[in-house]
């Protein structure tokens, strides 16, 4: 398999060259992704979907994530990350049903691993259900959670809120399950990048 490519950027988003997705991270070259996320309004209530990452992901295996998200390799567009959604929770969508929510900055710096990314971020509102998602096998499942709560999760209001999904099992089946959680169950973005979220989120629900 071909080392996948990515544009890289200095701080000020002015592209510097292009480097592969291991030298990115070891050394901490700014990057793109594409990040979106889904929210569904039932019964007057919003919820977002997450993603729970597989067991096998190297980085935060079996921590609850962004709905869909990836890299953007360097000879992409932005509009071809939609891409993402399909490979990764099985769902077909146009780039123009997605609503833009900007270009949120990200950066995570751990002992061997540096991740600063320029995050096109999208909002999906989705009138999809848990039967509709096709997972591969990189993400084991898909949690739903109370768009309210999980802002006072971030912001500091509250320290636990309950989630109800699907995983699925080795042959194919889909296990429904109903669980309190707290911070510790998400992948560890920094609570500024959550807030930002969820604030440009609820601007456009």
Not at 32 to 59: G, I, M, N
Not at 88 to 103: A, K, N, R, S, Y
Not at 104 to 129: G, R
Request: charged share 35%; hydrophobic share 35%.
């Amino acid at each position: 398999m071909e080392t996948e490519q990515l544009k890289i950027f200095d701080e000020n988003r002015n592209p510097i060259g292009v480097a592969s997705r291991e030298d990115v991270h070891k050394l901490g070259y700014w990057h793109e992704t594409f990040h979106c996320w889904f929210v569904r309004k039932e019964q007057e209530r919003d919820y977002l979907y997450l993603q729970l990452r597989s067991k096998t992901k190297k980085d935060y295996p079996n921590l609850l994530d962004i709905t869909a998200a990836g890299h953007l390799m360097a000879d992409e567009s932005v509009e071809d990350g939609v891409r993402e959604i399909k490979e990764e929770v099985g769902i077909d969508i146009h780039f123009q049903d997605l609503i833009p929510l900007g270009i949120i900055d990200y950066c995570v710096m751990e002992e061997d691993f540096i991740d600063k990314e320029f995050a096109h971020t999208f909002l999906y509102k989705s009138e999809k259900s848990f039967d509709d998602f096709i997972l591969q096998d990189e993400v084991a499942g898909i949690v739903k959670v109370d768009l309210n709560e999980f802002a006072e999760l971030w912001f500091g209001k509250s320290e636990i809120i309950k989630i109800t999904g699907f995983t699925v099992t080795e042959d194919g089946n889909k296990i429904y399950f109903e669980e309190h959680v707290g911070r510790g169950k998400f992948v560890p973005h920094q609570n500024k990048f959550y807030r930002t979220v969820l604030e440009k989120i609820k601007e456009h629900i």
